[in-house]
Structures are given as structure tokens and as C-alpha cells.
């Protein structure tokens, strides 16, 4: 995952937890990512991929305040050092600076937007703001309309909240009204420390020592499981086939049998990495602490950096980190601990690295077993995991 602006945004969005990432760089004017950088990971990015196909997703803070010629010049280097492989990307935008000439340039190079908002403007302003403090919605809005006016592949990121977390279908409904066929619903959960730590940062890791409290806009478990199994419960009556969420499909992946795609529900970590503007590299993007830095890609290649020592254990701590409580979990095959980031509350019988989200995914994957059972089956027999509609259509009667 390729930070090539670092955490500069435009937007001052109160939940964020990489705005604070610019204190880890003190006396840094300008986080954009240079030329040389820019050219070493595209080309050992490349190279290092086993496969034919190469994904590049660019995030941020903001990717798109770094301006168009940026990625320009980044297709273009992607084609000189292809060498064969089949080239895609993907942005995560706020949008809000999208126009006709972005659009056009994501049309011709067909690359996948993803949109951060977080349902109808009432839900989207509470934390989605610019740096006024104004609400971000209306402009949000704005750019989904070039790509739409462009016809423009995209997908939405909503931050699921202490506040939008009580409105489940307000927020279902508003992501199909505004034509997003695939969601993804990411839970917020931050611990903000007593105090910043040496380097700046106020939002803890899990590991951490330091005195810290759950931040008031972070999602509660238990209502996150109710959150999940709403949109689910609507979801599995009628939208199967048309409309795709994420976790849905992943939990389908689980009950078949294999391993889930999304790294928070892997056994083990450790393949999603971020790389900064600078070419620093950490273990994941969710572990951006001077701790979990690999090194640069200018002094060491990516490829050293990712089979080192340190992001080896890094991933398989996932793995045997996991409580004695969760091993026993009739859910794990699914849930796996979710993300190690999460880890930072006891068990009921007193172990630590407890995910926070444990109550909530529970519910939930407990909830959709019977359904995920029906389509499972269904795809092992060569046949459209859709018909699960019918069957809960049958079955309610």
C-alpha cells in the first residue's frame, strides 16, 4: 500500500488515525513522494511480484493532492518496467478534488476508485471534515459525479462509527442510492494515549504500555455485530449477485474452505505492508510506529525488507499471539483474532490480546452460518449462490 504523499490530507477528518503519522517525520516540508522513490518502488514493486498480474494501490492521507502528472508519470514507469506483467491500480480518494480531468485520466487507465464516504450527509459530517470543520459531504458528492459522468469504476469505504453504526440500513441504502455496487465496511477502533508518545503519536498501538482509553468515536462491539447482521439480513433477501460487501464475500470464502483474501481474517499477517513518501517501509499501514519501520527501499531492496526476520514474526505473531479463548472459538476458522491491531482487551478468563471486536464478530458469524452454509454448498455444486434468496424467501414462510 503506497502512501506516496504521506499523511497530508486535505480533509482534517476527527477519526483519522494516519494525520498524526506526519509527527514520525519532524522538520519535513514536503511529503511528496520524488522521483527517485517514485521510480525504485514502481520498478522493484514489479519485480518482485511472483505472478503476472501487479496491483498497485495508492492511498494516503490524500493521493491526489500530489496532482495529475504524478500518475502520469507513474503509468508510464509502471509500462517501461512491466516486462510482460499486466499492470493495475487502484486509488483511495475523499474526492473531493476529483474533476473532468481526473476522471478522464481514471477512464483511460482504468483505474479503480475507491471513495471514502460514510452515508447520507448527516452521517458524513459528523467526522468528515475539511480543515474549516465544515462538512465534506456536499464535495464528496461533487466528485462521485465526475466519475459517474465518466463512467468510472468505483467502489466505497465507510468507516463504520460510534455514530453511523446505529443506522445500518439508513447507510445500506444511501451506498445502493448513489449506485455502489461494492462496499467495504471498515470499523474504526483507536486507543488514545494519556499523553503523545516520544515520537509525536497519540494514537497507541496494542502493544503499547502507556495508560490509554477506547476513543469516543470508535465503534462498539457489540453494536458493529448488530451493524453487520442488519445489512446482512437485507443483503441475503434480495441483493445477492447485485450488490457485493466485502466481508460477505470473505466470510463466503472461510466457509468454503479457504483462506479468507482480507489479511484481518488470515491466520497470519505481514502481506500488506506500506510504503511512505520517503521510501520507508512498515509492516502494515495499521503499524506505522517507528517499531514496526523495515528500513528504506533505497538503502535495502523492498524484497530484503519483506523477507526479513522482523516482518516474518511480525506476521506469524498474529498466529501465536491468539488467546487460548479464541483457539476454542467456533468461529475462528472465519475470524482468525481479526486484526492484531485490535488486540488489546482480556478474555473472560483473564488472557490478554482479546480482540476489542470479539462480542460483535461473533454475533455476526454466528448469525450468517446457515446462510453461508446454503451458498457454499451451492458453489460446490456448480450452482448460483444467489439461490440462497429463494431459500430464505421459502424458508420465512
Known amino acids: 500500500m503506497a502512501k506516496p504523499i504521506g499523511a497530508v490530507c486535505n480533509l482534517d477528518c476527527e477519526y483519522c ?5 506526519e509527527n514520525l517525520y519532524p522538520g519535513t516540508s514536503n511529503f511528496s513522494m520524488n522521483r527517485e522513490v517514485q521510480e525504485s518502488f ?3 514493486y514489479i519485480n518482485s511480484q ?6 498497485f494501490a495508492w492511498q494516503g492521507g490524500e493521493p491526489t493532492l500530489l496532482g495529475l502528472d504524478f500518475f502520469k508519470r507513474a503509468i508510464e514507469l509502471q509500462q517501461r518496467h512491466a516486462n510482460g506483467k499486466i499492470i493495475e491500480n487502484s486509488i483511495q480518494t475523499n474526492g473531493v478534488v476529483i474533476n473532468d480531468d481526473w476522471a478522464s485520466f481514471f477512464k483511460e487507465h482504468n483505474i479503480l476508485i475507491g471513495i471514502s464516504i460514510d452515508g447520507p450527509e448527516k452521517f458524513h459530517d459528523k467526522y468528515r471534515v475539511t480543515k474549516g470543520k ?6 464528496v458528492m461533487r466528485g462521485l459525479s465526475y466519475l459517474q459522468k465518466h463512467e468510472v469504476p468505483f467502489n466505497t469505504l465507510t468507516v463504520v462509527q460510534n455514530h453511523n453504526s446505529q443506522f445500518p440500513l439508513d447507510i445500506y441504502h444511501f451506498l445502493k442510492e448513489i449506485g455502489s455496487n461494492f462496499m467495504q465496511f471498515i470499523p474504526i477502533v483507536e486507543r488514545i494515549g494519556n499523553s503523545k508518545s516520544p515520537d509525536g503519536l497519540q494514537l497507541l498501538s496494542p502493544d503499547s504500555p502507556q495508560q490509554a482509553e477506547v476513543s469516543k468515536w470508535s465503534v462498539n462491539a457489540e453494536q458493529y455485530g448488530t451493524f453487520l447482521c442488519e445489512i446482512f439480513n437485507e443483503w441475503v433477501r ?8 466485502q466481508l460477505f464475500d470473505v466470510a463466503l470464502e472461510a466457509w468454503l474452505g479457504l483462506s479468507p483474501s482480507l489479511c484481518v ?3 497470519t499477517c505481514g502481506n500488506a505492508l506500506a510504503i511512505e513518501h520517503n521510501g520507508d517501509l512498515y509492516s502494515c499501514d495499521h503499524y506505522v510506529y517507528p517499531e514496526n519501520k523495515l528500513g528504506n527501499i533505497l538503502e535495502q531492496t523492498m524484497q530484503k525488507l519483506v523477507d526479513s526476520d522482523q516482518q516474518r514474526t511480525f506476521g506469524t505473531n498474529k498466529k501465536t499471539t491468539l488467546p487460548n479463548y479464541c483457539k476454542k472459538c467456533e468461529v475462528r476458522f472465519a475470524c482468525n483474532g481479526e486484526c492484531p ?4 482487551i482480556k478474555t473472560p478468563d483473564g488472557e490478554d490480546g482479546l480482540n476489542y471486536l470479539c462480542a460483535g464478530y461473533k454475533k455476526f458469524f454466528n448469525h450468517i452460518d446457515p446462510y453461508m452454509r446454503f451458498m457454499a454448498n451451492e458453489l460446490k455444486n456448480r450452482r448460483a449462490p444467489s439461490n440462497v434468496m429463494k431459500w430464505v424467501n421459502e424458508i420465512s414462510h
Do not use: A
Not at 134 to 139: A, L, P
Not at 341 to 344: A, E, G, L, P, W
Open 17 to 21: 488515525f494516519y494525520l498524526e503519522k
Open 42 to 44: 514502481i520498478q522493484q
Open 50 to 55: 511472483p505472478g503476472n498480474m501487479v496491483y
Open 134 to 139: 465544515k462538512g465534506s459531504f456536499n464535495k
Open 238 to 245: 434480495q441483493d445477492v449477485g447485485s450488490y457485493f460487501i
Open 265 to 267: 481474517f488470515n491466520e
Open 341 to 344: 491491531k485490535h488486540r488489546f
